[in-house]
């Protein structure tokens, strides 16, 4: 399912490079800080049952143009979830082309770190047991503007190691 989620995000950006090319305001591109909410899914990979969860919370950073067409960015985000997942936290840094006038198509990379709810697993919660773990995360993802305002909507998708997955969509709000 991993590898079917990258693949069509992958042809789905493909489709859009060409728009890139295409001419872009006369205005150079600024550099951009966001904030925004987010909420998705992380399945953790384990085969066991229920071992995936609603992610809720926040994301902010900042995107610095490279041109006219390109940018690099830092993102941090911190979400807490339900089913397996008590919270997570982690810091990317973005990469991207712009894709018309509010459009952007990004891979990032970063660390993040995962609380884990063990109660439910097969192993049961000891007290005193670290029921955290981090890894390199790597991903992609669509942004897109809503006309002239400063709300963007956004969906992406993440694994951490190469062993979950996260789908996440938002909301952002550009300053």
Do not use: C, W
Request: charged residues 20%; without cysteine; glycine residues 18%.
């Amino acid at each position: 399912m991993r590898k079917i989620a990258f693949t069509t995000l992958a042809a789905l950006g493909a489709m859009a490079l060409p728009a890139a090319a295409q001419a872009q305001s006369n205005e150079d591109p600024k550099v951009e800080t966001y904030v925004g909410a987010s909420a998705g899914i992380h399945d953790l990979g384990t085969g066991l049952p229920d071992d995936d969860g609603g992610i809720y919370g926040i994301v902010a950073g900042v995107d610095v143009p490279v041109g006219k067409t390109f940018f690099v960015g830092a993102e941090g985000n911190y979400h807490i979830g339900d089913g397996r997942i008590d919270s997570e936290y982690g810091i990317a840094a973005r990469a991207g082309v712009r894709v018309g006038e509010t459009g952007k198509i990004f891979v990032r990379g970063g660390y993040q770190e995962v609380d884990f709810d063990l109660g439910g697993l097969v192993v049961p919660a000891v007290v005193g047991f670290d029921d955290t773990d981090g890894d390199y995360l790597v991903g992609a993802g669509v942004e897109f503007g809503l006309g002239d305002t400063p709300v963007r909507f956004r969906a992406g998708i993440d694994t951490i190691a190469f062993d979950t997955t996260r789908a996440t969509v938002g909301v952002l709000y550009a300053f």
